[in-house]
């Protein structure tokens, strides 16, 4: 099964090691047909502490890192 990557938003990186992602969805709402956005913040590994609150990042599944970590950062979402 492929491991699923997402695309969001630096909210926080005050942890070492560990960034705060903002990954927002659009969809139409299937009765109303209005576009509804959900956000949901996830927690990634970032191992060298390069991102910083703003950046743009990719952000790949992977096994569980700590209690809350199950993400890992790929790539800067620009490359």
């Given at each position: 099964?492929?491991?699923?990557?997402?695309?969001?938003?630096?909210?926080?990186?005050?942890?070492?090691?560990?960034?705060?992602?903002?990954?927002?969805?659009?969809?139409t709402?299937?009765?109303?047909k209005?576009?509804?956005?959900?956000?949901?913040?996830?927690?990634?590994?970032?191992?060298?502490?390069?991102?910083?609150?703003?950046?743009?990042?990719?952000?790949?599944?992977?096994?569980?890192?700590?209690?809350?970590?199950?993400w890992?950062?790929?790539?800067?979402?620009?490359?």
């Amino acid at each position: 099964m492929p491991k699923r990557i997402l695309q969001g938003t630096v909210t926080s990186d005050k942890n070492d090691q560990t960034i705060t992602v903002l990954v927002e969805r659009r969809f139409t709402h299937p009765v109303m047909k209005k576009t509804v956005r959900k956000s949901k913040k996830y927690r990634a590994h970032d191992a060298e502490n390069q991102f910083k609150v703003g950046d743009s990042v990719r952000i790949e599944e992977c096994a569980p890192i700590s209690k809350t970590k199950r993400w890992t950062v790929v790539s800067d979402a620009q490359a």
